[in-house]
Each structure stands twice: as C-alpha cells, then as structure tokens.
C-alpha cells in the first residue's frame, strides 16, 4: 500500500514559480517509478513529468525547459520545480506512483496561474 500526499501548490503571477512536494509512505519507494499529471476542468488528466527509480525523467513538451522533476529517495518525496509559469499550465496536479501494475494516486494540489 502506497499513500501519497501533495503540497506546494497555490497561486501565482505568470512569469513566476513554485515547487510541488509529494511525500509518500511505504517500502522501496526508491525501485519504483514517479510522476506528476495534472487535469484542468473538462480536460483529460495528462502526463507532465515522471522519473524512474535510476533518475532517467521524461517530459511533456509543453513544459520542456521550463519544469524539473526530481526525487530524494532518504526522504521517500518527489518534487516537481515549475518555472516561467504560464496560464495554461492552471490545473489540479496529481503524484503518481507505479508499482508493478498497480497505480496510486495523490489527492492533488491545485496551481493557479494568473495572468
């Protein structure tokens, strides 16, 4: 059982920054998979960030250059560095965790970009 727990999200200028956290509970967070998506209301959640236990990170193209995805195994927290923020990127995000063919779920944090 993986229990996942988001914060660092809020409102901000376009132009600006902020710093998700998701810190998680259970074993061997540091052999699995990580990432972030997010859902804008009446949209699809979609993939924005992920890494692989050996650091290998994979992004979306719209926020290639502008967001970092990083983890610290010791503290079992992922963390996803948003930079140059845009109105577009406004959503509810969301960690995820794979194990095996298992997918867990944070509750989500919601980021709001004014312009």
């Known amino acids: 059982q993986v229990q996942l727990r988001e914060s660092g999200g809020g409102l901000v200028q376009a132009g600006g920054s902020l710093r998700l956290s998701c810190a998680a509970s259970?074993?061997?967070?540091?052999?699995?998979?990580m990432g972030w998506f997010r859902q804008a209301p009446g949209k699809q959640r979609e993939l924005v960030a992920d890494?692989?236990?050996?650091?290998?990170?994979n992004y979306a193209d719209s926020v290639k250059g502008r967001f970092t995805i990083s983890r610290d195994n010791g503290r079992k927290t992922v963390f996803l560095q948003m930079n140059s923020l845009k109105s577009e990127d406004t959503s509810t995000y969301f960690c995820?965790?794979?194990?095996?063919?298992?997918?867990?779920w944070g509750q989500g944090t919601q980021v709001t970009v004014s312009s």
């Open positions: 995820h965790a794979l194990r095996g063919l298992l997918s867990y």
């Open positions: 259970g074993r061997s967070f540091g052999r699995h998979p």
């Open positions: 890494i692989t236990y050996d650091y290998t990170t």
